[in-house]
């Protein structure tokens, strides 16, 4: 706990529950909506992937999956400046070398 100025308590925990704590429902189909102030936060996209664990009965822990590390690498070569600077190339083999 921390007092603030005028003596009262100021409790970080209940205050972080506040700010990330959000109710959200199950649809019909069993999908769960992240509400968009969390997406916004975390900066979650569509088509991002998750983990779900199941903790104990009614209590999960959802965790963002890595993306690859060079996703996104050949859309961001073809936005090059430069038209024709760079073109994608059939897929090489290092089997002749």
Known sequence: MYLRPNNQAFDFANVRWYLTCMKT???SKGQIVLPAE???QDGIK???????ER??????RLVRRN???NEGLVDW???CPVK????????ESTDTL
């Open 25 to 27: 429902t199950v649809s």
């Open 38 to 40: 969390i997406r916004e």
């Open 46 to 52: 569509p088509g991002q992937e998750f983990d779900i």
């Open 55 to 60: 903790l104990d009965r009614g209590e999960y």
């Open 67 to 69: 993306p690859p590390a």
């Open 77 to 79: 070569l073809l936005r």
């Open 84 to 91: 024709d600077y760079f073109a994608p190339i059939d897929s």
